[in-house]
């Protein structure tokens, strides 16, 4: 008697186990389908960016035009203002 209710009790184990099992291998695979949703989403984003990028590159580009300097523009009479240590 008691190697049968050992049995029975074993045999409901395995079940819940087994529809354990069912239930995290089908959340598994939901997570994994979304992943992949979420990764082709960002994958056609950055492809979109990168076309976006490369038409302003084309567009801006103007090659024969001077680049202007950086600074300020200062006379020919005026020396530069800058202090040597210990003077």
Same mark, same amino acid.
């Given at each position: 008697?008691?190697?049968?209710?050992?049995?029975?009790?074993?045999?409901?184990?395995?079940?819940?186990?087994?529809?354990?099992?069912?239930?995290?291998?089908?959340?598994?695979?939901? /997570?994994?389908?979304?992943?992949?949703?979420?990764?082709?989403?960002?994958?056609?984003?950055?492809?979109?960016?990168?076309?976006?990028?490369?038409?302003?590159?084309?567009?801006?580009?103007?090659?024969?035009?001077?680049?202007?300097?950086?600074?300020?523009?200062?006379?020919?009479?005026?020396?530069?203002?800058? /202090?040597?240590?210990?003077?």
């Amino acid at each position: 008697m008691s190697s049968t209710l050992f049995v029975i009790e074993t045999g409901q184990h395995i079940a819940k186990t087994n529809v354990r099992l069912d239930f995290l291998t089908q959340y598994i695979q939901d /997570v994994l389908s979304d992943y992949n949703d979420i990764n082709q989403d960002t994958r056609m984003q950055l492809e979109l960016i990168h076309e976006a990028l490369a038409e302003l590159q084309v567009k801006n580009r103007e090659p024969d035009t001077p680049r202007r300097l950086i600074g300020f523009r200062r006379g020919a009479d005026e020396k530069p203002k800058h /202090v040597a240590a210990g003077q």
